[in-house]
């Protein structure tokens, strides 16, 4: 009996311990009474310049803390003038940039001319392991100072030139009409002199000129932003400030928005999206994001580039029921792709739907018809190679698997193949190792349909994984690159888009919608075209 | 005695050579981490062949491994490719998951021996086997499940705590961690000590105190625990350096950054230094560990001498 | 103690044959007295082996005689087993109580409920799980028990040699097992897997009993550290006996509890283990089908479709429960300061 009772005291200690967690835990985030909010964040994989961030979460500070030549429009994704008061080119070639009067970083010193072409210099510089770099290759002297091979020659590029405090001219290597349409993107930012002088003491406490200023910086767990009064913008923070609290996991921060421990989720994990309606109600947001979800293939294995490959290609896209993926695994927050762009580019901007048209619908007799035509699955069976560690691929690398195999009526024609780590998986893709389709996701640098093809189907592109290659492509892109007339321009893409559909370089799946939950204190919570909350428009209280 | 810890002092080196070559490799062989590191685009390569050069990644393993051991001994543990000092990523992460563990070692000596007291004093009882039932549960349900299920329950639902924990990481919200993280082991030590119980309770030294008139609570922590104790007190022993590098799927769930985290963290990323820095300290909390379980050896079973 | 064996008669007899299994069967000594092996008899056998030695049983007031009459009688024994041979025939014929197949699955179905014919519901991926439970036993079984056996026998003999003859073997074989349980699982799990391509059991097994057994191997060393000390032992070196024959027949069988209480447990967490590989991404490949593979699949659905998530647990537990009953059971059969 003693021993029971021992027993019965331990129990009690325990329970007695969880309910003064209770007593002491809890609680909103916001004791001081400032319009103050937080926000769900990861740890930024690189150093946070701006040329060397290349994933969305670091790219949402640098959105909070700096602002470009161009800006592009949270709703329509159109680039506008920010810091640019004018951008002129007689022949796409050659650009003068008018800077704004009245710009300045937040510690007090001038936005000029300098301030850019130094960040740029900077940026595209060999010796700054910038990863970004390749943003300014169009620029005239790239290969001086990032050659492929060997020391750099030159610190500067010589196709930037300082005019005066207001005014600098570029010189690009080839005709690039929407070169101006670039410029929002992160990588283009001015910098201010602490920057250079004081390298270590920036990155502690990155210092910009956009509405927000940092605080305080934690590295790894969180990042204080507060809202900077004197921002001479038009978009200044419309809440007194933004703390980013670094997540490990998606589900925690999910949860934590449900306790009122965290007030906007930018993530909502798969898993919960079921219960998002119940949880939130009206709380939630699901748009479209400049994201697409590909299966890209091998072609520079021979199994994958014989004569009747694009029907086996064709005929794999046909047996993917994505209406039903999308709705079943995804709730919705996902879109059958019908085209290898992207819906926020708008028809005017590119994006054309239905550009795929039936190679994009399920149809099981259809596809078993085409793959057996095409000579049958390269061994009887595919592969589709995913990374396991981070989103949740392994749930729809499944439920494709299962539509194939049930349109196929075959259990064993398609199985998952998991990576243990995306650099591994990246390795094997990069470096040509991978004998079967795999996952290829693309988030957009910017909304232009350029982007959603050059990079991933021109001749040894640097996202060209698959490493297809057609010379028809390759002209169009080209001669839709040099055409001056945005029209114009946009109907030559869509036209080597098409030589990509008849190809089947790549199965679309679908389009990616950014999602996001907010707390009961928010209000005016919007997304950007690049899945990034648009923070200075978010009202507290 | 003394000349027994100088001696497994000394001992420590070549383990500690050994246990870092062992992990530097490994980490080598899972291949080029610098393919990570431009997201779904290649790496424009000219800066893959700088990024390779500025972590030495360009020289032989051989050389990478002397100039690491090289740096370590003189306290520099390398940087992070987010460009953090591996030392600063320690001071932060290791106090974190020191309480932790200290919670979850709390919780596996109390309950967990007190269970296996009760239990291994009153076999076939029904608490005996409410208690194994419970001890099933615990093991058939994966921890993040628990985790996940309590998380849930008590941070959400019934809004006892928070289900995460803040960036300071105080004691108080680190119990419910502390217990999803010991639940494992504490079916463990219920076991161990039941059996261990179970077995002592008949020998003859206990008869004899018994048959002395003590008093049954001290007959039971004076004579049949102590003696008991020596399995439990093992594991427990290894379980220390287990709970601290193997948190991982807690720290995850409740948002701990300690060092599961940061391993986990630097695994993925297949950052050397993060790695073998971490796994290093480990090694060397896992040999004091069972330094001390051997000491204790001697202190709970007066037969076992060092000399 | 009426139930007491002989003493005297085989005290030395039976030579003290190889094999880390007499570790187990050693486990019939008592205290004082090494058991009245019976010629050729069951040394070879371990605990789970006591069932089939019901030949001995033949022979009056052997103790194994006595064992297996006890545990014939103990409800605990009959119920684990009966469990066991459940999963064993089901793991080889999965087909005869499940008509479908595991990998057929409708996405239309996703997380629903029981249906006529599919009693236990459907999974996230709309496959059915009472087919994916039953297909998941062999797997699931085979990884447990294997890993298990593997992790017991490779832990208790390096423990046992490092316990029983202390000094340089002690340090040297326990410095080996403080590298080895340095070594993270998620580090070693994506190192020496993720060069694996075969998507059969044995490349996780071997993974679990590399970086297992070190678990074993401490408790191992510690009991017998404790058991070295013991008059009886002492007794039987006065005697002139071998280094061998104490460690097998006067050590080992008072050491092993600890061993067996761990190993029972350790099978389920090793079944458990192999979700988390898998969730990993380099464990079982698809289109493995394991309960492992299924918890970690349903976990995240816990608030939308608990079914699926309990099913598989379920049949888990009741594997681990089979197990540690059985151990449980068999350890006090053959022990006598227990009658």
Known sequence: MRGATHAGRAACAVVVALAATACGGGGGSTADGAAVFSSSWTDPQNPLEPANTNEVQGGKVLSMIFRGLKQYDPKTGEAKDMLAERIETPDSQNYTVTLKKGWTFSDGEKVTARSFVDAWNYGASLRNNQKNAYFFSYIQGYDKVHPAKGEQSAETMSGLKVVDDRTFTVRLTQKFSSFPDTLGYNAFVPLPRAFFDDHAGWLAKPVGNGPYAVDAYTKGSEMRLTRWGAYPGEDAARNDGVTLKVYTDNNTAYTDLMAGNLDLVDDVPAQQLGNVRGDLGDRYLNTPAGIIQTLAFPHYDKDWNKPGSAKVRKGLSRAIDREQITRTIFQGTRTPATDWTSPVLGAQGGYKKGLCGQWCEYDAAAAKKLIKEGGGLPGGQVKITYNADTGSHKLWVDAVCNSINNALDDDRACVGNPIGTFADFRSKSTTQKLSGPFRAGWQMDYPLPQNFLQPLYYTNASSNDGKWSNQEFDKLVDRANAETDVAKAVETFQRAEEVVRDNMAAIPLWYQNGSAGWSERLSNVALNPFSVPVYDQIKVG | MGQYVVRRLLQMVPVFIGATLLIFLMVNVMGDPVAGLCGDRQCDPATAAQLRKEFGLDKPVWQQYLTYMGNVFTGDFGTAFNGQEVTELMSTAFPVTMRLTIVAIVFEVVIGITLGVVTGLRRGHPVDSGVLLLTLVVISVPTFVTGLLLQLLLGVEWGWIRPSVSTAAPFDELLLPGLVLATVSLAYVTRLTRTSIAENRRSDYVRTAIAKGLPRHRVVTRHLLRNSLIPVVTFIGADIGFLMGGAIVTERIFNIHGVGYQLYQGILRQNTQTVVGFVTVLVLVFLLCNLVVDLLYAVLDPRIRYA | ?339
């Open chain 3, 1 to 339: 103690m009426p139930d007491q064996p002989f003493p005297s008669e085989g005290a030395i007899a039976g030579s003290g044959a190889g094999g880390a299994m007499n570790l187990a069967a050693g486990e019939a000594a008592t205290l004082d007295r090494p058991p009245s092996g019976l010629p050729g008899g069951p040394e070879s056998t371990g605990p789970e082996g006591a069932a089939p030695s019901a030949a001995s049983a033949e022979r009056p007031r052997s103790l194994w005689s006595d064992a297996w009459r006890d545990l014939r009688r103990n409800p605990v024994f009959v119920v684990s087993a009966l469990i066991i041979l459940f999963l064993l025939f089901i793991s080889l014929w999965p087909s005869a109580i499940a008509s479908g197949s595991p990998l057929k699955c409708d996405l239309a179905k996703a997380q629903q409920g029981s249906a006529p014919g599919h009693p236990f519901g459907y999974d996230g991926q709309g496959c059915d799980v009472y087919t994916r439970t039953v297909y998941g036993a062999r797997t699931s079984v085979m990884v447990g028990v294997c890993a298990t056996l593997g992790v017991a026998v490779l832990g208790s003999v390096l423990g046992a040699l490092a316990g029983f003859f202390g000094g340089l073997w002690d340090s040297f074989l326990s410095r080996i097992t403080d590298i080895f349980f340095a070594i993270p699982v998620v580090l070693g799990g994506l190192v020496l897997l993720s060069v694996v391509t075969s998507n059969s059991v044995w490349p996780v097994i071997g993974f679990i009993v590399l970086l297992g057994w070190p678990q074993i191997s401490r408790i191992a060393r510690g009991a017998v550290i404790t058991a070295r000390q013991n008059d009886y032992v002492q007794a039987a070196r006065a005697l002139g006996a071998s280094n061998s024959r104490v460690l097998l027949r006067h050590i080992a069988p008072n050491a092993v509890a600890p061993v067996i209480v761990v190993a029972t447990i350790a099978l389920g967490t090793y079944i458990a283990l192999e979700a988390t590989l898998s969730y990993l991404g380099v464990g079982l490949k698809p289109p493995s089908v394991s309960w492992g593979i299924d918890i970690s699949a349903a976990s995240p659905y816990i608030r939308n479709a608990p079914h699926a998530l309990l099913w598989p647990s379920g049949a888990l537990a009741l594997t681990v429960l089979a197990f540690i009953m059985l151990g449980d059971a068999v350890r006090d059969a053959l022990d006598p300061k227990l009658r």
